[in-house]
């Protein structure tokens, strides 16, 4: 007989969406957010609301955590009132947030000790994705974790990524997101040097998303800062910049030279965030159109 209580701790773009997902597949699901009007429509669809982390948790044979960072991650699962002091022995706990190494190291010592199962599991994919199911999920685990851990990870994502221990999900994660934020803030200058150069911008647009330096994060930005259409924000300044740090952080302990090309990534969004933090990222490109 499958476990089929999951509860679900962080409302936002990403995990209103993913928490609709064990709705939609049938699942028993508690939910919390700091907000609850973020919670209104699952609640109308069947999602039992808690009073805190700790009561979602109460009775859950899954917890699936998606919030912002590392104090909303401590403060959600270790909190007063987190998740951890509620669940029961052998419950999984699967932290999908990207959070730094460091804090998945230190929250999977945590919660083992508490007798609990943890999967490190961050993900790619828009808010999109999350909402219909589609998310690539990187997960660090033991395998055998990782089996028990499957018939909760199926409704979220359709391609999981098992790169090894617990934490491993996350070393990539960063990875990933730190040449993410590098790509956007080099294609933002990119753009606004041929805008002062005065360029066909439409040809550069088309150009730049067919050429050789056509990833996903160019071909989905580039036409989108041309034409200054930020409408429908999806992954926010100030997200990304939180990533970028954590990964130059993890870098800075790996390598013996600090990355220099990550650093000035992590600069440019630091300066972004302080200008426009819950704005989409790719307006980067409004602030390095300034001409001379
Ligand atoms: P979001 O829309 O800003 O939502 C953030 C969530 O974290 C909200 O539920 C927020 O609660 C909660 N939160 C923030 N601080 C908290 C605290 N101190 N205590 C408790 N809860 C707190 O962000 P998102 O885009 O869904 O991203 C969530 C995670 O997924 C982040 O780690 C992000 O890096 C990662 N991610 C995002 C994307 C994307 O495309 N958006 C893709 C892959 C991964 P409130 O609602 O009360 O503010």
Request: aromatic residues 6%; contains cysteine; neutral net charge.
């Amino acid at each position: 007989m499958p476990m089929t209580t999951v509860a679900f701790i962080g409302l936002g773009r990403m995990g209103h969406g993913m928490a609709g997902r064990y709705l939609d597949a049938g699942f028993s699901v508690a939910i919390w957010n700091r907000s609850k009007a973020k919670a209104e429509d699952l609640i109308a669809r069947g999602a039992r609301w808690a009073g805190s982390p700790a009561d979602a948790a109460d009775g859950a044979d899954a917890v699936v955590t998606m919030v912002a960072d590392d104090g909303a991650s401590r403060a959600v699962w270790l909190g007063q009132d987190g998740a951890a002091t509620k669940m029961k022995p052998g419950a999984l706990a699967i932290e999908c947030s990207t959070v730094s190494y460091q804090h998945a190291l230190d929250l999977a010592r945590d919660l083992r000790g508490r007798g609990l199962i943890y999967i490190d599991c961050p993900v790619t994919g828009l808010p999109s994705a999350a909402a219909a199911g589609k998310l690539t999920l990187l997960v660090g685990a033991d395998a055998a974790d990782l089996d028990q851990a499957k018939l909760y990870l199926a409704p979220i994502g359709d391609v999981v990524r098992h790169f090894g221990a617990v934490g491993t999900g996350t070393v990539f994660k960063l990875i990933n997101n730190l040449m993410g934020a590098v790509q956007i803030a080099s294609l933002a200058e990119g753009i606004a040097m041929a805008e002062q150069a005065g360029l066909d911008m439409n040809l550069v647009a088309e150009a730049l998303a067919t050429g050789a330096v056509a990833s996903p994060q160019v071909i989905r930005h580039s036409k989108r800062m041309v034409a200054r259409d930020f409408s429908g924000a999806s992954f926010t300044a100030a997200l990304r910049h939180k990533d970028a740090d954590y990964a130059v952080k993890l870098a800075e302990s790996l390598l013996a030279r600090t990355p220099p090309v990550g650093r000035a990534a992590v600069e440019a969004y630091a300066h972004a965030t302080a200008k426009m933090p819950d704005d989409d990222e790719g307006r980067m490109i409004e602030i390095v159109s300034r001409p001379k």
